[in-house]
């Protein structure tokens, strides 16, 4: 038998190919899959070179994964619609303020049987308030959309060092499709039915992430970022829950896309490193995206404007004091000290829903 699925990655920043390089080796000994793995590329030069053109004779993103061979199987093609023309599986892993240019781009040509699975780690706001990556691209799409989400500093997954991820999907066969195209010895999959719960935490943790970049910034210690790491957790979970009509498990929260997120992030990742140049050297976020980034780009600064957009426009500010605080550091030039003001919230009646003892490996089926 041929295989009938094929397999496109719209994005091939620093997770797009550490994800792509995964799929790649993965497809490999799935029957019902393609070899073939398309990648879109945003194309542009690289010391003169397209970086399409590099990917597909050198097989390395030298600009976003320098270092690491992607397998040959895995095409660059700069067209976003000839690369997803016949996918049937359709990895979306782009920076989330990018999101809707590239859907508008591909709607038409999306295969209408196909499924997608987004990697982001944003939220957007539309007239409807907030809405998911997971949502925008169901819209867009008309099609089934998981997430996947989980403590992955895509740079630690590249050089193959064991973490766990989280795949949100609330079909049972999707599911296993996509934990087939994602599990490794390194890389280990758990799937819930909680599709929104896993990418609220993924965006959400990001604000958490500034906040604990303030505090190395300001040269403190492990207690105080502690202390930000849980006030910020039950921030994360008292909005989740309030934007999914508390539709979300808690014990989503307790998954890789939880707490373990929010744990790597707060001390390994791009938004935690220059939350703490912001302290150190006075500088806007955006400004030290250009300047230390080399093209890869925050997810933190822009979410902490999103969520203060919302909590502010529905009167509910007072509740969130550690995001309202990281907002009004980022943007509006209150001292990084300030960070701890009014921080003294009780959390104790947000886990108000019981939580069902979930069984192994399955869990969550009330959707
Ligand atoms: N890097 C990680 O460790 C990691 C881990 C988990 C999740 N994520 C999430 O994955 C998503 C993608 O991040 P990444 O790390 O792969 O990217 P990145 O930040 O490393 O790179 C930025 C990417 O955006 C592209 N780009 C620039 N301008 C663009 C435009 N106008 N339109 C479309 N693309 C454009 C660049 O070409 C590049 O591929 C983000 O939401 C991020 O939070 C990242
Ligand atoms: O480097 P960051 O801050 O974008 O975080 C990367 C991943 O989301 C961590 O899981």
Known sequence: MPPTKRVCVLGSGNWGSTAAR?????????????????????????????LT???????????????????????????????????????????????????????????????????????????????????????????????LSGANIADEIAEEKYCETTIGCRDAADAAAWRSLFDTSYFQVNCVADVVGVEFCGALKNVVAVGAGFIDGLGLG???????????????????????????????FMESCGMADVITTCYGGRNRRLAEEFVKTGKRMSQLEQELLNGQKLQG?????????????????????????????????????????????????????????????HHHHNH
Not at 36 to 47: F, K, Q, S, T
């Open 22 to 50: 995964i799929i790649g080796n993965n497809v490999l000994r799935l029957p019902d899959f393609d070899d073939r793995v398309n990648i879109w590329v945003y194309e542009e030069l690289v010391n003169g070179r397209k």
């Open 53 to 147: 053109e590099i990917i597909n004779t050198q097989h390395e993103n030298v600009k976003y994964l320098p270092g690491h061979r992607l397998p040959d199987n895995v095409t660059a093609v700069a067209d976003a619609r000839e690369a997803v023309r016949g996918a049937t599986h359709i990895v979306v892993v782009i920076p989330h303020q990018f999101v809707q240019d590239l859907l508008a781009t591909i709607r038409g040509t999306v295969d209408p049987g196909a499924r997608a699975i987004s990697l982001i780690k944003g939220i957007a706001i539309s007239s409807e308030g907030m809405t998911t990556m997971t949502q925008i691209i169901h819209r867009a799409l008309g099609i089934p959309v998981a997430s």
């Open 222 to 252: 492990n207690n105080t970022k502690a202390a930000i790491i849980r006030i910020g957790f039950l921030e994360m979970r008292r909005l989740a829950m309030h934007l999914s009509g508390a539709q979300i498990q808690d014990a989503t």
């Open 301 to 361: 600064y822009l979410t902490a404007g999103e969520v203060y957009s919302y909590i502010e426009s529905r009167g509910i500010a007072e509740h969130f004091p550690l995001f309202t605080n990281i907002y009004q550091i980022c943007y509006q030039g209150r001292h990084p000290r300030s960070i701890f003001d009014g921080l003294n919230v009780d959390f104790s009646r947000d886990a108000a829903t019981p939580t069902p003892t979930p069984a192994p490996n």
